[in-house]
């Protein structure tokens, strides 16, 4: 089954905000731990930021001070809200259990011009 969707992204300029979000099935959602991940063309994955069931988080150096990632429990949703976006930022976005995954979705494409 599709455990994890995401969307959101889009094409925004420099200094541009995006939120990304993923609906995560319920199994997953109310007791694992959800990370945001990126892969720029030509680099790794990297891990973006994660959130804990109990709403503990955790961001990279690259996107900290910039990104706030939350989880809306009602909506079975984690959210990546994304401000001052860089050109480096480009990428596609994926969410997944962390550390731990699954099957990897589509993601979804941000792109930041300068």
């Known amino acids: 089954q599709v455990q994890l969707v995401e969307s959101g992204g889009g094409l925004v300029q420099s200094g541009g905000s995006l939120r990304l979000s993923c609906a995560v099935s319920?199994?997953?959602?109310?007791?694992?731990?959800i990370g945001w991940y990126r892969q720029a063309p030509g680099k790794q994955r990297e891990l973006v930021a994660t959130?804990?069931?109990?709403?503990?988080?955790y961001y990279a150096d690259s996107v900290k001070g910039r990104s706030t990632i939350s989880r809306d429990n009602a909506k079975n949703t984690v959210y990546l809200q994304m401000n001052s976006l860089k050109p480096e930022d480009t990428a596609v976005y994926y969410c997944n259990k962390f550390p731990s995954y699954v099957s990897w979705g589509q993601g979804t494409q941000v792109t930041v011009s300068s």
């Open positions: 319920r199994s997953i959602f109310s007791i694992f731990t």
């Open positions: 959130i804990t069931s109990g709403g503990r988080t």
